[in-house]
């Protein structure tokens, strides 16, 4: 069994390795998000198809370790005598209003491109069903499952001051495995406060980590972890993929946030990113990083629309020149709306 301790990984005082996991994981996300449309396009024999799966199954972690960082943060004991109100009052005015302009702006920009396409608009399938189940964008998955999370906070942190930490370890443990049971064998969507409780076992890994004992036994570990996991999700997608003949829901199975691969690998970079000396990161853009990931996809569209895509160019330079190009342009926009007091809570500020 770990090992815990009263005092976590790092002091309240050094945030700096806070600051590189979510600059290091939104570049991950946007480079994910550009493989993908490579892996979903490109011929499944091609050498490009090869190179976008060996990209994308490297950045999978990206969404997990977020979700890892939100438990992380929102969980510390410290937090404890926050009252409920003062803790929902600070989440709806950080998440609440973005994610309701988000989530409309996305819904018009959903309902263009089906109209682009000559799909008819329906009210059902256009607006209420992404709604439902969270996910009016591709992306907006992740804001529906904090918002979720968020919610739960207050009844999670209650419920952590009445266990010791052996039983939240063995909790975790079950609910990974029950999550990644349910992954597998149900194929089906569900409301999307339902379909958020998969990821819970995440967010209670996050309040995990502030009490693991650091050992360099555990670092050289999770390396190792992370390195199988890695080969394994890429080989056995590529794997699937060709027996399937097609890139389908199974073959991209080892995709999966919920995956026997993806686990393991989102639980160890967490563990080796935050053991890692403080890397030569700008953490002022650090506060820049929810905007980025809310407003990256318009852009990647935008490149889309004007021909701009990954799959149209060898990968090993289209994918990292369309990234960053994303990364500077999304950054230029958030902070013009962040400029302005009105527009800037959209950005989460």
Not at 11 to 22: A, G, K, P, S, Y
Not at 151 to 178: D, E, G, H
Not at 229 to 248: D, E, K, P
Request: with cysteine; charged share 10%; glycine share 4%.
């Amino acid at each position: 069994m770990m090992k815990f301790k009263k005092h976590g990984m790092h002091t309240n005082i050094d945030t700096v390795w806070l600051d590189n996991v979510r600059i290091i994981s939104i570049l991950c996300v946007i480079v994910l998000h550009v493989s993908a449309n490579v892996v979903l396009e490109a011929d499944i024999k091609s050498n490009e198809w090869m190179i976008a799966n060996i990209i994308d199954s490297f950045v999978r972690w990206a969404a997990p370790v977020f979700i890892i960082l939100s438990g992380y943060l929102l969980l510390n004991p410290i937090k404890n005598t926050e009252s409920i109100s003062t803790f929902y009052g600070k989440r709806i005015n950080k998440i609440g209003i973005a994610l309701l302009f988000w989530t409309f702006f996305y819904l018009l920009v959903q309902a263009a491109k089906n109209h682009i396409k000559g799909i008819e608009f329906n009210i059902s399938n256009d607006i209420l069903m992404p709604i439902y189940l969270g996910e009016p964008y591709f992306h907006l998955w992740f804001m529906y499952t904090i918002f979720m999370l968020y919610l739960l906070t207050p009844l999670i942190r209650i419920f952590l001051n009445k266990v010791n930490m052996k039983a939240v370890f063995v909790i975790v443990i079950i609910s990974f495995a029950i999550a990644m049971f349910f992954n597998v064998s149900i194929n089906e969507k569900s409301f999307f406060m339902i379909g958020s409780l998969k990821y819970l076992p995440y967010f209670l890994a996050g309040y995990l980590f502030r009490f693991i004992n650091i050992q360099k036994r555990y670092f050289f570990i999770s390396l190792i972890l992370f390195v199988l996991s890695y080969v394994i999700t890429a080989c056995a997608t590529y794997l699937m993929s060709i027996q399937n003949g097609t890139v389908s829901y199974y073959s991209l199975y080892f995709y999966s946030y919920l995956s026997i691969t993806i686990v393991p690998m989102s639980i160890a970079i967490f563990y080796i990113l935050a053991h890692l000396k403080p890397l030569f990161i700008n953490t002022g853009y650090s506060s820049y990083v929810f905007g980025v990931y809310l407003i990256h996809p318009i852009i990647l569209e935008i490149f889309r629309f004007v021909g701009l895509k990954a799959e149209s160019y060898p990968p090993l330079l289209s994918i990292p020149i369309i990234t960053f190009s994303i990364i500077y342009l999304s950054l230029y926009v958030v902070v013009v709306i962040q400029k302005t007091t009105i527009m800037k809570k959209i950005t989460g500020l």
